[in-house]
């Protein structure tokens, strides 16, 4: 359980009571330990709730220490407040008072000598801000109206010391009195369990009160007059030390450390994310001021029950136990826990349990607080596709179209939400094999960036656009498929026209290289090797970064014309490097996973199927790690092409429909025959093959159209 904020300590039964008496409290117990009840509660103090708790520790010194040590290492929080009665020494006392000490005396501890008795114990002390604190309330004198009333006059408060000892003295002139009278004459009360209290809190530099109101006089004590004094003066001195507490809270004398109220806010923020898991002790510290020990945070945290750990890929992740009770939304720590996140995500090893979590987290930000998430798909989008997931791409462009939507619409939202648009849910869309939703929304990114004059979208936008022109074309067939070609090479000659005016840009930009790549794959796609090499042999003069992707995504399409020309040893050494690099991110698993089928064509134009295989095998790999969905069904298609297993009329029927289904119709297919042999005689008699050709492809279909509902 979370560690209260005030903990109200007794010795006795009696005195328990008197607190519950006098709080308006609602006490839950929550145990009875081998020495030591415990029980919970909430104080309201202007409307604030304050978690406390009660605890007896019972008769002695001894005992309250060795409690007080428990308590201060399970609740290191926590301010404690002892309350109970004691035997009234100075003359100015009577019945009823109440004296709060500012030190405690141990009068009987010390080295009997010949002459005298010389006292050893220190005398701990109040400190300051409880001084103070206890002082003003004291003057102020507002707790005695609510107190209860043990004569005519109400009841007094002394800040004055007392004197702590285990042995009893009820005469008030025995061996006690005369310790206390030689050396610490001051003290204006005498009781059991003080010393022990406060000393413990001193040695750990802890705070807390010590509150007693005087029940007897000492001289002539009884149990009889106990029992009619005690419980009443025990209230009067609850009374005081209520107000001690509502006083303290009112003025932050008493408030939570900063490592105690982070773990709250560290509990809203995870309660935040829903069922995303937290890392949260990146964000622990970051949710208070700097210095504190999240270990610290973390620890109080899952002590209130609330959450649990786990770990992956050694980040500890935090998750709530249950779904939390639906609370005002903490704003402003949800930013600071996002850009915490943020920080740790360079590490393409863990970056998506980081990115996983700040896009929980922008999520819950997109209704309530719009302006703080436009521009988040921004901040994260090479690190989401650094991380490899086509998801956290998709999620966080999807926070930062609705925020833009959202949001009143200035340029820069507007902007915002063209660029989520283009190179967010149009560039996973595109990756899915949905083209006609990646074509839509790269339609409206163009529109929505015309609006503003934002010409740099405009012109990348057709750029992408003419990529998915050629991507929708490879899949068409007739006027369609020439529809989509022509399309193609309009937006991208746009776009080279474009950049080329562009302030910024220019004819030698490499921008334009790429578009001149791309226009190149277009005139391959379209059958026009001369073209298509003219474009290549510009782009490669505008792109100078060999290894960048733009680069690489040339050195394939080079390769592939080096194919068509059949020269093979040429294809093979432009691929090779490629084949064999490094993958970090996303879209370089992408070029490596397309450099592998092109050398796979290498290979089996060379009769080395056994390499063809081996470099879809790996391709194949790559593609499901990166959840590359078209890439994958591209794959599929390439084995089909290089070992053909489809009846004629079954692959006419396939290839008229996208990558996906044909895709979904060779596995369909293979599954057939590994089931049951060839599903369908060898006379190739449309009468026979085509209520089966007609059932693979509405099977296939259905799939394409079931994998599509994933986005």
Request: charged share 25%; net charge neutral; proline share 4%.
């Amino acid at each position: 359980m979370a560690a209260p904020l005030v903990a109200f300590v007794t010795a006795l039964p009696l005195e328990a009571t008197a607190i519950r008496n006098v709080a308006d409290i609602e006490w839950d117990l929550e145990a009875t330990r081998s020495r030591v009840t415990v029980s919970r509660g909430v104080l309201m103090v202007d409307a604030a709730p304050v978690k406390v708790a009660l605890v007896i520790t019972g008769p002695g010194n001894a005992a309250a220490a060795s409690v007080m040590q428990e308590l201060m290492d399970e609740w290191p929080g926590t301010y404690f407040v002892f309350v109970g009665v004691a035997g009234g020494r100075n003359k100015e006392l009577r019945l009823g008072d109440v004296v709060v000490a500012n030190r405690v005396y141990l009068p009987m501890q010390g080295k009997e000598e010949k002459e005298r008795f010389r006292p050893r114990s220190s005398a701990p002390e109040l400190t300051r801000d409880m001084l103070l604190l206890v002082e003003q309330v004291v003057a102020a004198g507002h707790w005695a109206a609510s107190a209860p009333k043990s004569g005519e006059r109400p009841p007094r408060a002394f800040v004055k010391p007392i004197a702590s000892s285990d042995v009893i003295d009820n005469s008030g002139e025995g061996q006690l009195e005369l310790r206390i009278a030689e050396r610490f004459d001051d003290a204006y009360a005498v009781e059991t369990e003080g010393y022990g209290f406060l000393s413990e809190l001193a040695a750990s530099s802890r705070r807390g009160v010590l509150v007693r109101g005087i029940s007897d006089m000492r001289a002539g004590k009884s149990g009889a007059a106990d029992a009619v004094a005690q419980p009443l003066v025990a209230e009067i001195a609850a009374a005081l030390a209520l107000e001690i507490v509502k006083a303290g809270v009112r003025t932050e004398v008493i408030a939570r450390p900063a490592w105690s109220n982070a773990a709250e806010r560290l509990i809203a923020v995870v309660g935040a994310a829903g069922d995303v898991p937290v890392p949260g002790a990146v964000i622990a510290l970051d949710l208070a001021a700097g210095g504190l020990d999240a270990d610290a945070v973390i620890e109080e945290a899952l002590a209130s029950g609330k959450l649990t750990v786990s770990e992956q890929q050694g980040v500890a992740l935090v998750r709530f136990t249950r779904a939390p009770a639906p609370v005002a939304l903490p704003i402003a720590d949800l930013g600071v826990a996002i850009d915490a996140l943020l920080r740790q995500s360079d590490d393409p090893r863990t970056c998506r349990l980081f990115l996983a979590a700040a896009n929980a987290l922008a999520a819950k930000l997109v209704t309530v607080a719009p302006q703080r998430v436009i521009s988040f798909f921004d901040t994260v989008e090479k690190a989401a596709k650094r991380a490899g997931s086509l998801r956290l791409v998709f999620d966080a462009a999807s926070i930062t179209i609705a925020a833009s939507r959202r949001h009143s619409r200035d340029p820069a939202a507007v902007k915002a939400e063209a660029k989520a648009l283009i190179c967010g849910t149009s560039w996973v869309y595109q990756r899915t094999g949905m083209l006609q939703e990646a074509l839509a929304d790269g339609l409206h990114s163009l529109e929505l960036g015309m609006q503003v004059n934002w010409h740099r979208n405009t012109f990348y936008c057709e750029k992408c656009l003419g990529r998915l022109h050629r991507m929708q074309a490879e899949s068409a067939t007739g006027q369609e498929r020439d529809k989509h070609l022509q399309m193609s090479v309009q937006r991208l000659e746009r776009a080279i026209a474009g950049f080329e005016q562009l302030e910024g840009f220019g004819p030698g930009h490499e921008e334009i290289g790429d578009c001149n790549s791309l226009l190149g794959r277009t005139y391959l796609v379209m059958g026009d090797r001369s073209r298509a090499r003219k474009r290549a042999d510009v782009a490669a003069a505008l792109l100078i970064d060999s290894h960048g992707k733009d680069a690489l995504d040339l050195e394939i399409l080079l390769a592939e014309l080096d194919v068509m020309d059949g020269v093979l040893d040429s294809a093979r050494a432009r691929l090779t490097p490629i084949a064999n690099s490094n993958v970090d991110t996303l879209e370089q698993s992408e070029i490596v996973a397309r450099a592998l089928i092109v050398l796979a064509h290498v290979a089996a134009a060379g009769s080395d199927r056994a390499a063809a295989d081996e470099c879809l095998n790996r391709a194949a790999t790559i593609a499901a790690a990166e959840d590359l969905q078209l890439l994958a069904a591209a794959i599929i298609c390439e084995r089909e092409e290089l070992t053909p297993t489809l009846l004629r009329l079954l692959r006419d029927a396939l290839y008229a429909h996208s990558l996906r289904v044909r895709a979904a119709g060779i596995r369909l297919y293979a599954e057939d025959l590994a089931r049951q042999g060839r599903p369908v005689a060898a006379r190739q008699r449309d009468r026979v093959e085509r209520p089966y050709i007609n059932r693979v492809l509405r099977r296939a279909q259905e799939i394409a159209a079931v994998e599509n509902l994933r986005w």
